[in-house]
Structure formats: structure tokens, C-alpha cells
């Protein structure tokens, strides 16, 4: 059920979903101190493995070190180049592309090319920048704030509801992620309600649930909704198979968002972790890692089940993605020539929950006053 009877305000105007000065407030008080899932412990299994990224306008590099995940600042601290380029790769030691700097799993220096004429040698400033990365399940998480709560208070009960999706009887499919020319809100509260179902996911999802097949649990730092999947072919299908691989079926679909920027949504065949980063005011980066399920029984059918729904949930998956990402271009767009302050319905009160989330981050002594 819905916690809300009557509609809500909009807390947030048009014109703060396209300044400048708004982006850079975000990424400092709502991004900077948030963890973020990156990749998973499948993306780097060897040592020497590697994985980089930009995140929030820094280079982040993750290596596997005899088994052990570190993350750095993907910059030398000699002359200030990247590390590397490459998006992933392997390589038997942490060495710098320009001059051949090398550097230990604690981002202290290894070998320096003709060391003898950086002497004297100055230790503190010749290591890596070093940042937090903790993982939960198989999703690698990382903090770019040398202080705050670790992961497992961040994410409070969702910890305990993540892990379990990633890994075990879960198998990781597929990550992909996309550009998209709108502010990172609209891509989140895009996914915080159904309303849209009918019109944008007509034959993927069908009609939206009613009131009484949707609970919603509304929390400062992140909200829920959940609904039981209708007991179709399609369903009936999928249980007999998530059963034949030794795992219990459910028909409950769950979504999740962690404030300010994950979200998560799982049925019984698959989980799905999808996290948007903003990369100016009016463009985003959405990502994506799906896990299908493996089960834990073994055998022949269970195999060949998981093979077979594999794709299934794949294409599925990426539909919806696309089917989501053709309208947000058109919401930017309304966004920006708008002179409505915009109202919220009872079934999107998730979307009130982060606009809270958000008003409250920037508000008082922060450098916004978003609410007027």
C-alpha cells in the first residue's frame, strides 16, 4: 500500500536539474560522501588485474593484488599523468605509462627509473592517493572521502538484502552502461515509480500493479517497493525452472534506492544493480551489472536452465533499459523551458522521499537553499 493518501509537492524546481552551481553542491555534499558500486570481484579474478574509471570528474584505478582489491587515484604523483588509459587489463606490476613509475598494493613506490636523481627522496609525497573499497556480495564498492561511515553502515538493511543477489546462487551476466544528455535526477526518479509503466513499458512490464499489489517503505536514506508477480505463463514458466535449480520461488519483484544515486531490483531469475553518475548538470552515465540466476543445485537441467534463461533475462533487462533512456532526453528537454513547479502522485511518494534526501543534503548552512 501506499503510505501517502493525497499528493505531495515537488520539492525541487526545473532550473535545479540544469545549473552549474547545483551539479557541483550535488557532487560535493551528496556524491563525494556516498559509496560507489563499481565493478565486481568477477571483473578483476587474477592478480594483476585491472579495471578504471571516471567517477565524479576523478580517475579511479582498481587492481587485484595477489587476491587483494585496492583502489587508487589514477594519477602519478610524479609528473601527474594517468596510470593508465586502459579501461581494463592486466599487467604483472603497477607501473606508470609515462615514465615507469612503479607502485606497491599499499600505493607506496616500488621501482623508479634512475632513482638516484629524485635524491633526496621525498616518501610522503611519492605515494598513491588511496581510497576506501569494501564489497558486498560480489559488488565492489568505493568511497573517494577518507572519512565516513564504512559500507555496511551506509547501506544499513540493504546491506544485508545486497549481498545474497550478488553471487552464491547468482551469477553476474552482463554490465553495460550508457550516456544520457539529461541531469542524473531524471534517470533516479525514473525509477522510483510505475506510473509511467503503461505508456513506456507496454509490453515488457504491461500495466502498472494496483494500489493493493504495491507496498512502498519510505526511510531518510533510501525507500522500497515491492509487488508479486502475476501468476501468468510467463511466471508459472519461470518457477518451474528456478525451482529445478534448487532455489525457493518467490514471485515477489523488489526495488530498491540508496540515496542518492543506486538502485536495485530483483525477481526471482535475476538481480540487478543500476547506479547513475552525474557527469555535468545536463548529462548522466548510467550503469549496469546484472546477475541471473545459477541456483545451487547441480546437475545437467540446472545447468542448462541457467544457460537458457541467461539470455532471456539479458534481453529483457537492456530493453527496459532502452525503453527508460528514449524519454530522458524529452524530460531534460521539458525541464528546461518549464514554468511549472511540477506535483508528485501518491504512487511516485518515492520520488518525494529523494527530493527530501536532496533538499535536506544541500539545505541550512550548505552552499543551496533548495527549498523556496
Known amino acids: 500500500m501506499f503510505v501517502n493518501q493525497h499528493h505531495l509537492a515537488h520539492l525541487l524546481r526545473p532550473d535545479q536539474y540544469t545549473s ?21 570481484v568477477t571483473d578483476l579474478p587474477r592478480p594483476g588485474d585491472f579495471v578504471s574509471f571516471d567517477l565524479l570528474e576523478t580517475p579511479i584505478l582498481i587492481r587485484n593484488f595477489d587476491g587483494e582489491l585496492r583502489a587508487f587515484l589514477n594519477v602519478c604523483p610524479h ?3 594517468r596510470i593508465t588509459g586502459k579501461a581494463k587489463g592486466s599487467s604483472e606490476k603497477l607501473r606508470c605509462q609515462y615514465h615507469g613509475w612503479e607502485f606497491n598494493k599499499e600505493g607506496g613506490t616500488g621501482k623508479i ?3 638516484k636523481a629524485f635524491r633526496p627522496w621525498d616518501r610522503e609525497n611519492s ?20 572519512t565516513g561511515p564504512n559500507l555496511r553502515e551506509w547501506l544499513g538493511p540493504l546491506f544485508e538484502r545486497w549481498a545474497p543477489a550478488f553471487g552464491g546462487a547468482y551469477r553476474h551476466a552482463l554490465t553495460w552502461e550508457a550516456d544520457f544528455p539529461c541531469n542524473w535526477k531524471v534517470v533516479l526518479e525514473n525509477s522510483l515509480e510505475s506510473y509511467h509503466i503503461p505508456l513506456v513499458h507496454p509490453k515488457t512490464f504491461g ?9 512502498h517503505e519510505l526511510e531518510p536514506t533510501y525507500s522500497t517497493y515491492k509487488t508479486m508477480v502475476p501468476n501468468d505463463f510467463p511466471n508459472r514458466s ?18 530498491h534506492v540508496r540515496h542518492p544515486h543506486i538502485t536495485f531490483s530483483g525477481l526471482d531469475v535475476h538481480k540487478l544493480m543500476m547506479c547513475v553518475f552525474p557527469t555535468g548538470p ?3 552515465r548510467y550503469r549496469s551489472i546484472l546477475y541471473t540466476v545459477r541456483g545451487t543445485r547441480r546437475g545437467p537441467l540446472a545447468r542448462a536452465l541457467g544457460r537458457f534463461l541467461r539470455p532471456i533475462v539479458v534481453t529483457v533487462a537492456k530493453k527496459v533499459f532502452n525503453e527508460d533512456g528514449a ?13 511549472h513547479r511540477g506535483v508528485i502522485g501518491t504512487r511516485e511518494e518515492r520520488i518525494f522521499t529523494f527530493q527530501q534526501f536532496v533538499a535536506d543534503a544541500l539545505r541550512g548552512p550548505r552552499e543551496l537553499p533548495l527549498v523556496s
Open 127 to 146: 605515494c598513491l592517493t588511496a581510497f576506501r573499497l569494501e564489497t558486498c556480495g560480489e559488488l565492489v564498492f568505493v568511497n573517494i572521502a577518507a
Open 20 to 40: 552549474e552551481e547545483q551539479y557541483r553542491a550535488e557532487l560535493r555534499h551528496l556524491f563525494a560522501p556516498a559509496w560507489h558500486p563499481l565493478c565486481t
Open 282 to 284: 545536463r548529462t548522466c
Open 113 to 115: 627509473p634512475e632513482a
Open 79 to 81: 609528473r601527474h599523468a
Open 327 to 339: 524519454l530522458f532526453p524529452e524530460i531534460q528537454r521539458g525541464l528546461e523551458a518549464s514554468p
Open 238 to 255: 519461470s518457477a518451474w525452472m528456478v525451482r529445478r535449480m534448487g532455489e525457493t520461488f518467490t514471485g515477489e519483484y523488489w526495488h
Open 207 to 215: 500495466d502498472m500493479p494496483p494500489e493493493e499489489n504495491s507496498w
